[in-house]
């Protein structure tokens, strides 16, 4: 588990700012777009994302904390050591993108789509993830405790090592050559066997 290397932030507003050190916790209500820059040592604060967009950003050490980051389109974007705490990410995509070091916690991430990217040290805790896309994934370093991916699909996605064991895995796709050396509990192999086609006698 990676720790964010933020030294000291000063507060600041999101209009106009150099995202370099700085805390954040205002809300705008009109559209920002916030292109071709490093958001590098930042802590966002209860912030409602609705009116910002991203275009050609990275972020580096940054903290998402009480966040509303709805629907938002994170696709072909960077992340070293970035944390959403107690955040609502419904619908957010993070197609193609280059994962370094992430960590949900405690979050509602339903819908997501991390199809297409390559993830290493990804910390996911306490969330909910239900109807969410990892298709085509890279995976390297995952942990799951107690995360709900019920309806989730994870195809073409290698997932030997990564345990499932403390989450819902209910109706979840997998893709049947991609599950050998996955982790689950007794419980939950009706979920997995049926892709090979046996049903159980109840």
Same mark, same amino acid.
């Given at each position: 588990?990676? +720790?964010?290397?933020? +030294?000291?932030?000063?507060?600041?507003?999101?209009?106009?700012?150099?995202?370099?050190?700085?805390?954040?916790?205002?809300?705008? &209500?009109? #559209?920002?777009?916030?292109? %071709?820059?490093?958001? @590098?040592?930042?802590?966002?604060?209860?912030?409602?994302?609705?009116?910002?967009?991203?275009?050609?950003?990275?972020?580096?050490?940054?903290?998402?904390?009480?966040?509303?980051?709805?629907?938002? %389109?994170?696709? =072909?974007?960077?992340?070293?050591?970035?944390?959403?705490?107690?955040?609502?990410?419904? $619908?957010?995509?993070?197609?193609?993108?280059?994962?370094?070091?992430?960590?949900?916690?405690?979050?509602?991430? @339903?819908?997501?789509?991390?199809?297409?990217?390559?993830?290493? &040290?990804?910390?996911?805790? %306490?969330? #909910?993830?239900?109807?969410?896309?990892?298709?085509?994934?890279?995976? !390297? +370093?995952?942990?799951?405790?107690?995360?709900?991916?019920?309806?989730?699909?994870?195809? !073409?996605?290698?997932?030997? $090592?990564?345990?499932?064991?403390?989450?819902?895995?209910? !109706?979840?796709?997998?893709?049947?050559?991609?599950?050998?050396?996955?982790?689950? @509990?007794?419980?939950?192999?009706?979920?997995?066997?049926?892709?090979?086609?046996? =049903?159980? %006698? #109840?």
């Amino acid at each position: 588990m990676f +720790k964010l290397k933020i +030294k000291y932030t000063e507060q600041d507003s999101l209009i106009n700012s150099d995202f370099n050190n700085k805390l954040y916790e205002d809300n705008i &209500d009109e #559209k920002l777009i916030i292109s %071709d820059i490093k958001v @590098d040592e930042c802590i966002f604060r209860k912030i409602d994302f609705e009116n910002i967009v991203f275009e050609n950003v990275e972020f580096i050490d940054v903290l998402f904390e009480d966040c509303t980051i709805t629907n938002k %389109d994170f696709s =072909k974007l960077l992340f070293r050591r970035c944390i959403f705490k107690n955040c609502k990410l419904l $619908g957010s995509t993070f197609y193609d993108s280059d994962i370094n070091g992430m960590s949900i916690e405690n979050s509602n991430c @339903d819908y997501c789509n991390f199809s297409g990217s390559k993830i290493t &040290d990804f910390n996911i805790s %306490d969330s #909910k993830f239900n109807e969410s896309s990892f298709v085509e994934c890279e995976f !390297n +370093k995952i942990n799951f405790d107690n995360v709900d991916f019920s309806n989730s699909e994870f195809l !073409n996605t290698k997932l030997s $090592g990564i345990n499932f064991s403390s989450c819902n895995i209910n !109706n979840c796709s997998f893709s049947m050559y991609n599950i050998k050396g996955m982790i689950i @509990d007794r419980l939950q192999s009706e979920n997995i066997v049926e892709l090979l086609g046996i =049903k159980f %006698d #109840k």
